[in-house]
């Protein structure tokens, strides 16, 4: 379980502050994919990487399974798997090659990796490119390796940012499998995106940011119940057209 409490993070630019994330809470549950959603500069990927442990916040906590990852930041991202389409691979290695790394990164027995690579290659379906230098994998290619990536140390936590960028429709229906897969496993998924319609389908519950706050969030039935809305566009859209201090009183 994911608990992020009053997350607030700055970053200097320009001589002065900027607020990417202000006072962000929400929660995501055991076998529940919660997507945290907004347009780009929203403040979602400075989120994640706090609930990662990679940023500290300048106020508020985030814990995962009751335990702080400010106080156990090395010891709880080996419970959380983390899967951007900003990461790459290891040109001159084959798939097998670094996903084995990565299990003795996280300090897997051999034979366990193994077992791991074997059981995600399968789900995956990238069971004949094990042996293919990374380099010469297509975009969608890669993003399956970078997928089983995150799963080798079978975390009970993953975040994936921006999952489906750059994946065809063969492509992003593998990551609707597999996201489907996890909530079957009892994981905790945190899903970033800016893609609404994919969120629709996959997600439980929503957190809609903008300008680096919570503007509303709930089940797609509650927020329909809520806007009068049909569909998560439209909620967002009507969000966006708001004056910020009407839509920080509709969170409260």
């Known amino acids: 379980m994911i608990v992020a409490d009053g997350l607030v993070k700055r970053f200097a630019t320009k001589g002065r502050w900027i607020e990417a994330v202000r006072d962000v809470s929400f929660q995501v549950r055991e076998g529940e994919v919660y997507g945290l959603l907004g347009p780009n500069g929203a403040g979602k990927t400075t989120t994640l990487r706090m609930v990662m442990g990679l940023l500290e916040p300048d106020q508020g906590t985030v814990s995962i399974d009751g335990k702080s990852s400010q106080e156990n930041s090395v010891e709880l991202r080996g419970q959380i798997g983390m899967i951007s389409t900003n990461d790459g691979v290891y040109p001159w290695l084959t798939a097998k090659e670094m996903l084995l790394y990565f299990g003795d990164l996280y300090g897997i027995d051999p034979a366990l990796a193994h077992s791991r690579l074997f059981e995600l290659s399968a789900m995956l379906g990238i069971t004949r490119l094990l042996d293919q230098r990374c380099n010469t994998l297509s975009t969608g290619q890669r993003q399956r390796v970078i997928l089983a990536r995150g799963l080798m140390h079978d975390p009970p936590v993953i975040l994936l940012d921006e999952p489906t960028r750059g994946l065809d429709i ?14 079957d496993l009892g994981k905790s998924v945190l899903l970033s995106t800016h893609r609404l319609d994919e969120a629709e389908r996959l997600c439980d519950r929503f957190g809609l940011l903008h300008e680096g706050q919570m503007q509303m969030e709930g089940s797609l039935t509650e927020l329909k ?3 009068g809305r049909s569909n998560l566009t439209d909620i967002f859209l009507d969000l966006l057209s708001r004056p910020a201090n009407f839509m920080q009183a509709e969170h409260r």
């Open 170 to 183: 063969v492509g992003s229906r593998t990551i609707f499998d597999f996201i489907g897969h996890l909530k």
């Open 225 to 227: 119940e809520r806007t």
